[in-house]
């Protein structure tokens, strides 16, 4: 998808799944980063070998059968997250059949938190083969019939469910774990809240001074507040088997963890740890994007540039690129952004207006206030939107290049191409 070559003394990063390039001089160019390249399982047997070897806990199949379980929701992730939930939700589903349990009683919800529902086309990649044969429905935020209330965490999150996933006999997880801008990781708890949570639930979760206190950041979990209330809340839901895979640069099941829902994250956290971190020098101009599959909207592509939080400041300028064919899709982000030229005051009106979709505007506004300067080139994100939320647009790539270049103040800035920063863990060097 994306690769870097030289020709007659010019370095051309190529993206070539939105067809777009950036050249720049071959002595002015510190290379590309990515994450490690893991090789994706193409071997069934592996797949199936981490559900009968669980990291802890029993095998699913004797957890359904102990329990005499007539009914099992499994909660999956939507399309903003690009797991390969098929094979994973093939085999979970295998596993209740051999412990007693009926296709008709497996509930499969899409835990969209806030997101928009999934599609139908979305819902048929979901489940495989499996499409048209169990039950599967799209998680209800607003719905207060179909919303259960559990009680409440430490840190005072009134947890609010899904009423029809929590009233199934056995509750199970598939999701992903990557580096998260707030929570530390995904994965694991997440599934429930903000997966099937109610919006009170969730936005009082991603409440600011949760999110903007520092020690709610990228790769941190054993402090964080937010990480500790969604772990609050998931125990009050009752995950009984977690799934949870590591995806490689190509979008595939690079490793999977089952069992308990705390050492099957925490596995996969140290498989990430181990394996996707990121060493970089710090450049002049650094080029990257988020790439599939959160370039379905500029809500959701912002994530690269929060992943590069602790590297972005006055001496860096951004080239941030992306598609977003559904464009910014976030009327919140946008009018929070729109309340004020003034930075201070944009973030003064998220913090007492507050929504959920708000959470990158504070997220956005910790890179900003350390003199970050952001080109953006996206073809569905307009001029005015763009300058609305601080950045520079510039649809053009030879031209956006210049802009940086210029932006610097520097004669010959080193150019960094640093693709989905989100799926990693940078570390400056």
Not at 28 to 54: E, H, S, V, Y
Not at 110 to 117: F, S
Not at 346 to 371: A, P
Request: proline share 5%.
């Amino acid at each position: 998808m994306y690769k870097l070559e030289t020709k007659d003394g010019r370095a051309v990063f190529t993206d070539t799944g939105l067809e777009l390039s950036f050249s720049v001089p071959e002595a002015d160019c510190m290379g590309m980063r990515q994450t490690r390249q893991l090789p994706g399982i193409t071997d069934p047997q592996l797949l199936k070998n981490a559900f009968l070897d669980p990291v802890s806990g029993k095998r699913l199949r004797d957890i359904a059968r102990e329990r005499d379980s007539r009914t099992a929701c499994i909660l999956i992730s939507d399309a903003t997250r690009g797991v390969p939930t098929a094979p994973l939700a093939k085999l979970a589903v295998e596993e209740l059949l051999e412990g007693g349990m009926e296709l008709e009683g497996i509930s499969f919800f899409v835990a969209i938190g806030v997101h928009r529902e999934a599609t139908e086309e979305e819902l048929k990649r979901f489940l495989g083969e499996l499409y048209g044969r169990v039950s599967a429905e799209n998680h209800t935020p607003f719905d207060a019939d179909n919303l259960l209330y559990l009680g409440k965490t430490t840190g005072g999150t009134p947890v609010t469910v899904n009423k029809r996933a929590y009233e199934c006999d056995l509750h199970i997880q598939i999701g992903k774990v990557e580096p998260h801008e707030f929570a530390g990781f995904s994965g694991g708890r997440k599934s429930v809240l903000p997966g099937v949570c109610s919006e009170e639930t969730i936005r009082i979760n991603h409440r600011p001074e949760m999110i903007l206190d520092p020690r709610s950041a990228i790769g941190e979990l054993e402090s964080n507040p937010v990480n500790r209330d969604m772990t609050e809340a998931a125990e009050l839901f009752r995950i009984d088997f977690g799934v949870n895979c590591i995806l490689n640069n190509s979008m595939e099941l690079a490793a999977v963890f089952t069992g308990g829902l705390t050492e099957c994250h925490a596995a996969a956290v140290s498989y990430v740890r181990d394996c996707l971190s990121v060493e970089l020098e710090k450049p002049d101009i650094i080029v990257t994007t988020a790439g599939e599959p959160l370039d379905i909207d500029f809500y959701q592509s912002v994530k690269a540039l929060i992943a590069l939080t602790e590297i972005l400041d006055d001496s860096v300028v951004t080239l941030m690129y992306c598609g977003c064919p559904e464009g910014v899709n976030s009327p919140d982000m946008l009018r929070a952004f729109g309340s004020s030229d003034n930075l201070e005051e944009v973030v003064s009106f998220t913090t007492e207006n507050y929504e959920i979709q708000m959470d990158h505007v504070l997220l956005l506004s910790k890179i900003f206030r350390k003199g970050a300067k952001i080109v953006l080139c996206c073809p569905n994100v307009s001029d005015g939107e763009a300058r609305t939320m601080f950045m520079e647009p510039c649809r053009d790539a030879g031209e956006a290049m210049e802009l940086c270049r210029r932006l610097t103040g520097k004669e010959n800035p080193k150019v960094l191409f640093y693709p989905r920063p989100q799926t990693g863990l940078p570390v400056m060097i």
